[in-house]
């Protein structure tokens, strides 16, 4: 690509790239660059196809350029060649296969790359996450973010009725249609989203050694209503009750508790347990992907970098 430095008035400078030229950048400027650097890419196709390529590329520049509004301090690292090449990869898969919910993801990703530039590592991070976006299934995303929030995400709360709607309303939108397939969950560690753990934790297991809190409310809750002196098993509670380290729920008594709150976290339940993802511990790429995602689904949840980076 031809590259040239060009001097305008008031001292300022023209940056020319191929057929782009950058000076004072606007809103504007910055879709034409969005739209130009993949014009080339496309002339080679058919009449029919270069044209269906053509009105996702304005589409995808449109959606970015929304992205960006209010952020005109963003706009000069369109001026940058590592924004224009990823600009460029991201434009050119989306003209391919055209799946608005991975542009979406993307564009949320690479708006967060732009901002990040003079962040080397969490640029690095977030460049190939996006590149990896990409090689991924809707179903796979929404299966990293699943372990994420089961194994990373902190969920708090002073009693067990809020703390089970908070975890059913954080697995929702996802558990759905989050992959069970032996082959996709192989294909993420294969690509480096995650890593298959020595240790399979199935939920409850995770959920007394995560949320430690959570076991212990319930059975005060159970010893208050008196299910204790009511249940079938009442000896083993009172055995229990005599010992304080005991004084907690079994793995397989929270799984049926949380079975019964709702048909989300019953799911929950079927495909941890069921497949391999309670196998799966996320590497840092998977991590920013299932961030990025959680936070286009759940806009009012805030997950620092800090967080999900450290």
């Known amino acids: 690509m031809r590259k040239q430095g060009q001097k ?18 606007g809103y504007s400027e910055a879709r034409q660059i969005a739209v130009d650097v993949m014009k080339s890419e496309i002339s080679s196709l058919s009449e029919t196809a270069e044209k269906i390529a053509l009105e996702r590329i304005n589409f995808f520049s449109d959606k970015l350029m929304s992205k960006l509004e209010g952020r005109a301090d963003l706009l000069p690292q369109f001026a940058e060649p590592r924004t224009q090449y990823l600009v460029k990869e991201t434009h050119s898969i989306y003209s391919k296969y055209g799946n608005d919910e991975i542009a979406d993801l993307s564009i949320d ?11 080397d590592f969490k640029s690095i991070i977030l460049n190939d996450a996006i590149r990896t976006i990409h090689s991924l299934t809707l179903n796979q995303i929404d299966c990293l973010s699943v372990i994420f929030i089961m194994r990373h995400l ?34 993420l560690v294969g690509i480096g989203c995650g890593n298959f753990e020595i240790v399979n934790q199935e939920l409850g297991h995770l959920l007394n050694h995560r ?39 079994t793995p397989k008594e929270l799984e049926d508790i949380l079975g019964g709150h709702s048909s989300g976290l019953d799911m929950l339940i079927r495909k ?5 993802i309670h196998k799966i511990n996320l590497r840092i790429v998977g991590k920013a992907i299932a961030v990025a995602n959680i936070r286009r689904k759940i806009p009012e949840i805030h997950i620092t970098d800090e967080f999900w980076m450290g």
Request: proline letters at 1%.
């Open 8 to 25: 305008s008035g008031n001292n300022s400078t023209n940056l020319q790239i191929g057929s782009v030229q950058v000076s004072g950048i």
């Open 109 to 119: 990703m690479l708006v967060e790359f732009i901002a990040s530039q003079n962040e």
């Open 154 to 187: 902190e969920i708090s709360s002073d009693d067990i009725d809020t703390f089970l709607k908070h975890l059913n309303e954080l697995i929702s939108p996802f558990i759905d249609s989050c992959t069970t397939s032996k082959a996709q969950i192989d294909y």
């Open 211 to 249: 949320f430690k809190e959570l076991s212990v409310m319930l059975y005060n809750q159970f010893l208050d209503e008196g299910t204790i002196k009511k249940d079938a098993f009442h000896k083993e509670w009172a055995r229990r009750s005599q010992n304080s380290n005991q004084k907690k729920l």
């Open 272 to 276: 941890w347990n069921g497949t391999w």
